[in-house]
């Protein structure tokens, strides 16, 4: 072998050794990725804005695949989770769905019915009572005058107690009845109620002929009634 072909093969031999090192490079490249973002999972985005309290579908999401150790452990991972549930919140186009803004769609318990009214939104809602919220029903009534006798003490009554809250809507605009001069425009709000026959009865009678319905909320755990002779007030009783 002459010192030109010696020279060849030292050649061949010297990049034969750089493309080793060259992939060995590569592959700790690939390696120090891998193990920093880890393998992928399946995740799921939101493809439209969704309301809140409303129920959900598979369509409003796609499917996405993402590095496990991006996603928080609430994320949620199979679209099974979704169903019955509605959303808790407005959802924004484009969000992750986690388990923590969907909750189980409220259902009606044998002897129940679904009622809905519209409430003041000045003096019944105030933006605190949601979804599976339990309330007191309160209305005040104004005294009646029969003939030439003196008009009764006006009354505020206790119609229903921890009424079950199953869906609240939007603010809706309301005019004035024609014969009504006293009373402005205002707002009000449909909230749904799962209510017992004699309860429903109440709270419809409440709607039509009450002054004002306002809705107390009752704390989260709170189950107790309030006693009968409790459920009526007039101020003369304080003097």
Known sequence: MNSRQRRGVILLILSAVCALAAFAGVLSVINDAESKVGPEVTAYRLKTNVEPYKPL?????????????????????????????IAVTALKKGSLLQSDMIVAQPALQPGQQEVAIMIDAATGVAGKITPNSTVNVYATFEGEREGGAPAQADQSKIIVTNAKVLDVGDLTPL???????????????????????????RITYAESFAKRVRLALVAPGETGTVPEQDRTYELAKDK
């Open 57 to 85: 579908s598979e369509a409003q999401f796609e499917k996405i695949e993402m590095p496990e150790r991006w996603l928080s452990d609430n994320a949620v991972r199979n679209l099974r989770e979704i169903d019955g549930k």
């Open 175 to 201: 005019q004035p009845d024609a014969d009504d001069r006293t009373r402005e425009a205002t707002e009000a709000v449909p909230i749904t109620f799962a209510l017992s026959a004699i309860d429903a009865q």
